[in-house]
């Protein structure tokens, strides 16, 4: 079946950086498209970035220019590097595969294979 493991994640102030893995167990994660999305507080979950199988990333809205995405293929990991977290970057962040990337790949309906969530929260 396959499972995605979270880590990382945390609380900071604001401008700071965290990191976050996710761990593919039972699932090569460079074949998958891979994405994090965000659930913030009386938000739905929503796509923030994704790496397709070939590399290539979309980031969406204000994480752009602070969020990276990577994996590391040996590893089987993949990442969220987030920087100059702002407050509105609080919420759970969940990493998650598909087998390809739709084009409306930041709908959660669009990807089968889930992390638990791992919390974020960002104070001023």
Same mark, same amino acid.
């Given at each position: ?5 979270? #880590?990382?994640g945390?609380?900071?102030? @604001?401008g /700071?950086s965290?990191?976050? &893995?996710?761990? !593919?167990?039972?699932?090569? $994660? ?23 199988s070939?590399? #290539? ?5 204000t @994480?752009? /220019?602070?969020?990276?995405? &990577?994996?590391? !293929?040996?590893?089987?990991? $993949?990442?969220?590097?987030?920087n ?5 970057d ?32 960002v104070?001023?």
């Amino acid at each position: 079946q396959g499972q995605l493991v979270q #880590s990382g994640g945390g609380s900071v102030q @604001a401008g /700071g950086s965290l990191r976050l &893995s996710c761990v !593919g167990l039972e699932l090569h $994660l460079s074949w998958y498209c891979m994405a994090w999305f965000r659930q913030s507080p009386g938000k739905e979950r929503e796509g923030v970035v994704r790496v397709e199988s070939d590399g #290539s990333t979309s980031v969406i809205g204000t @994480a752009e /220019g602070r969020f990276l995405i &990577s994996r590391d !293929g040996a590893k089987n990991t $993949l990442f969220l590097e987030m920087n100059s977290l702002k407050p509105e970057d609080t919420g759970m962040y969940y990493c998650a595969a598909s087998r390809r990337c739709d084009p409306t790949w930041w709908v959660p309906i669009k990807f089968g294979w889930w992390g638990r969530g791992t919390q974020v929260t960002v104070s001023t």
